[in-house]
Structure formats: structure tokens, C-alpha cells
């Protein structure tokens, strides 16, 4: 059958890790002896196993989850989010907290993707919109760019994502370090920053590229609900900015942890 549609030699053969011996061991000696040829196929690829809660999928076990049944749980992009930080040979456990570990993973992503775009509504126009690099922006310029070498060697190593993604993690974390650090930020920088990120998560399928910065968002009558509710963010952090100014001269403590809390748990759960 191999033969009669592939031709007499396939590049690449795929199976579950468990068919690598004897199944395909099988299939090179019953094919090479019947085409004569030296060499069947030029690449295998054994995927891993998908178990369930540590268990093996099996209908049998009765832990048999489609993907329609993974969807009214979880968005496909959170499902992406999972399978990029497994390998594709290794194995890989569908679970409750696995796929709380990939909602978090997504909301990490989409806070930064805000940032951004919260940063880029206040950039100017002409020549003014442009910052001279200061050693902050040098070192964030570097981590961008030692992070692109990393996503770009893991991706030729037999499809590391798992790799690639700690990698785009560890730059959104720089950009946060750089955020602080900087009460004026390069605005420019940190929208190549987000959009690089985006740029590899669109490769992965994460991200469907209606536009060039994080996460599509469709509101009524097709708008962004977050272009929507951009105006009221930027006000709220405005307020938040001056208030805790105010709150450093007065030394009140109190009301620091009081703008954490607005910016960590109220606004994230009002987004959700």
C-alpha cells in the first residue's frame, strides 16, 4: 500500500513511541526486502504517549477524553499553550493542574500583551516619540536578542518548544524588570519586545494574527473589547501612578499594597 501511494521510499514515518520495536522493525525488513531498496524510509518520528491524570489514555481504563471533551473545559489556545511545553517524543499528562499551569501560562502572556498595548496608545508622533538607550534599554535590547538565538536553535533542534517557550517567559519577565526600573520607558522597545513574542506564538498557533501585538479580542459589532476599554485602563493607572507617588513621600505602606492588590487581583479578575 506504501508503495502503491507514497512511492518506494518515504521521507518521514510517524508512530506512538510504543511501535518502534518490533512494528516498525518489522515494516523496514518486510519493505526493503520487497522494494530491494537500502533504505525505506530516511526519517522516523516516535511521538510519546498522552495519559490521563498519570494514567495511559485507553478506552479500556475508561479515561478516554476527546478533544471535544478537553474543549468545554478549555480554549484551544490554552490546549496549545499545554502541548508547546511538552516535547513531541516525550510524554505528556492531560490533568487538572496541568491546565491550570497552562491558564496561567496564558494570563502571564496576555497581562504583558495589555502592558504593551497600554504603552503603545501613549506613544507620540515624530521625532519626539524617540528615546535615547540608556543601560536599561541596552540590557533589555540584549535579552531580546539572546532570546531570539534561543527560540531560533531550539526550534532547529528536532522542534524543542518546550525550550523556546521558557525562553519567551524569561524575556516578558526582563521586560516586567525593565518596566520597573524605568519610570519613562522606551515605548518603541517594548513594542518590539511584544511583538516578537507575538510573532513566535503565532507561529505555534497561539495566536491568530488579526493584529500585530497579543491576544485578538473581538467585542460587539466586531471592535476590540480591550480598544474599548483602553481609555478607562489608562485613567485607572494614571490615578494609580500618582497614588503611589503620594503614598512613597508619605511612606504608606498600606496604601502601596492596596494598588498591588487593584493591579494584581481586582483588575485581572474584572478582565475574566
Known amino acids: ?36 531498496s537500502p533504505q525505506w524510509v530516511n526519517y522516523f518520528i516516535h511521538t510519546g504517549h498522552l495519559s490521563i491524570e498519570g494514567c ?16 468545554k473545559k478549555n480554549t484551544g489556545r490554552q490546549l496549545r499553550l499545554h502541548f508547546l511545553q511538552h516535547s513531541w517524543h516525550g510524554g505528556l499528562d492531560y490533568s487538572e493542574s496541568a491546565m491550570s499551569e497552562a491558564v496561567t501560562t496564558e494570563k502571564y502572556f496576555n497581562d504583558f500583551f495589555l502592558l504593551v498595548k497600554y504603552h503603545r496608545s501613549q506613544l507620540g508622533e515624530g521625532i519626539s516619540s524617540f528615546q535615547k538607550f540608556t ?16 527560540v531560533h536553535a531550539a526550534l532547529c533542534d528536532s522542534f524543542d518548544t518546550p525550550t523556546a ?18 519610570k519613562t520607558p522606551n515605548i518603541r ?3 518590539k519586545v511584544g511583538a516578537y513574542v507575538s510573532e513566535i506564538l503565532s507561529v505555534f498557533g497561539v495566536i ?4 500585530a501585538i497579543g491576544f485578538a479580542a473581538a467585542g460587539e459589532g466586531g471592535a476590540s473589547s480591550e480598544e474599548a476599554a483602553l481609555p478607562f485602563v489608562r485613567v485607572l493607572s494614571q490615578f494609580r501612578d500618582e497614588v503611589r507617588s503620594s503614598a512613597r513621600e508619605l511612606k504608606a505602606g498600606s496604601i502601596l499594597q492596596s494598588c498591588d492588590n487593584l493591579r494584581d487581583n481586582v483588575l485581572p479578575e474584572l478582565r475574566s
Do not use: W
Open 1 to 36: 500500500m506504501a508503495d502503491a501511494i507514497c512511492g518506494g521510499k518515504l521521507d518521514i514515518h510517524s508512530g506512538g513511541e510504543d511501535l518502534l520495536f518490533p512494528h516498525h522493525d518489522n515494516e523496514i525488513l518486510q519493505a526493503e526486502s520487497y522494494s530491494s
Open 56 to 71: 495511559k489514555m485507553s478506552k479500556s481504563l475508561k479515561n478516554f477524553i476527546t478533544i471535544q471533551d478537553a474543549l
Open 135 to 150: 543601560e536599561p534599554e541596552l540590557k533589555l535590547t540584549s535579552s531580546l536578542q539572546t532570546c531570539q538565538l534561543t
Open 165 to 182: 517557550m521558557r525562553a519567551l517567559k524569561s524575556l516578558v519577565s526582563d521586560a516586567y524588570t525593565y518596566l520597573t526600573a524605568k
Open 189 to 191: 522597545l517594548l513594542v
Open 208 to 211: 491568530n494574527r488579526q493584529e
